[in-house]
């Protein structure tokens, strides 16, 4: 095996459960129990042996991670390791106390999300109330000072209001707004006939990007959708690259949507992540170039998309070894253009979670 590079950034999902109810959710089908969730002892060590390992930076997400106790002791765990930190949170239990609590433990900055660009868009979608609580949180972390983004994830229901979206971001004061257009993942893909945007509304909104970041200083990520391009998007950067993830229940993945693939994910409590980083057979799975067939094997963008997403590559044809159907080239590709065309869609609706979420289409 060639030397593996050491990654830089890890997702650290300290919990599955979530008050909303978002019918994107990428987080897998079958959530990580309460129960099962890593200790915050056992997370002091994983975030010691990744800053071992070289990593610099973690998103602290879930779920809602708001909703764990310990949240300022992990925080401070990873301070005291080096390893710059991320809030990823709904804002939903964000109090002013509860801000500065976290800051004091050494929080770097903050992501706060949002569903649509005014209460009762945003709280449909969300399947539950919470654009009030949303904004009070994003008051609290601008009176806070930390670095303040938005993220919002795209699809039908809301691509048409990105304007307002983004003047909604600015009147709460961040300095950047993701606009993340759905990936087909978990809850996501379960709702994907109802989320699915054409392609004149992605037109449009793009557009209307392109405008903001032309008059305004705040940074503007656009998160290109995988089904209409005709060409893969990078796998995190090639598979087991750059990122790490670390489930609630202390499975360690090379991506955040590689749950249901047929490999045996290791888990941190079995393992340090340095032999899973670079010995594990399911992070060696699809490392490099030399597991590809054609037309991957002999294509050359394969350094620069690595055979597009191996997540959706499995859940589109069951085979993750096979080009990512979002590929022009892919045998496959009948599967996304039959889609985007405007082929048959059949509403799958998903049962309420065990925590008693329903993440069902709006």
Known sequence: MNEVSAPWAMLAELTHACPLRCPYCSNPAELAAR????????????????????????????GEPLLRRDLAEIVAAADRAGVYTQLVTSGVGLTERRMSELAAAGLRS????????????????AGVASFARKERAAAVVAASGLPFGLNVVLH??????????IELGLAWGVERIELANTQFYGWGLLNRS????????????????????????????????????????????????ISITVAPDGRVLPCPAA???????????????????????????????GWM???????????????????QAYALTGDASRTDPACGLSPDHHLITDLTAGGTWTFRRAAPSAGGADRSAP
């Open 293 to 311: 067939r054609e037309p991957c094997a002999s294509c050359p963008r394969k350094e620069l998309d690595f055979g597009g997403c191996r997540c």
């Open 194 to 241: 109802a989320l699915l945007p054409t392609r004149e509304q992605l037109a449009r909104a793009e557009a209307v990007v392109r405008r903001y970041r032309e008059e305004t200083d705040v940074e503007l990520i656009w998160v290109i959708p995988d089904y209409f391009d005709g060409v893969p998007k990078p796998c995190m950067g090639g598979w087991g690259a």
């Open 35 to 62: 129960s099962s969730e890593l200790s915050t002892e056992e997370w002091r060590r994983i975030l010691g042996e990744a800053a071992a390992l070289g990593i610099v930076h973690t998103h602290l997400s879930g």
């Open 259 to 289: 749950y249901g693939l047929p490999l045996e994910m290791p888990n941190a409590r079995d393992h340090r992540l340095g032999w899973i980083w670079e010995h594990s057979p399911a992070f060696n799975a699809y490392r490099g170039t």
């Open 156 to 165: 039908r229901a809301n691509l048409d209001v990105v304007g307002e979206i």
């Open 110 to 125: 903050v992501q706060l999300s949002v569903q649509s660009a005014t209460a009762g868009e945003s709280d449909r979608i």
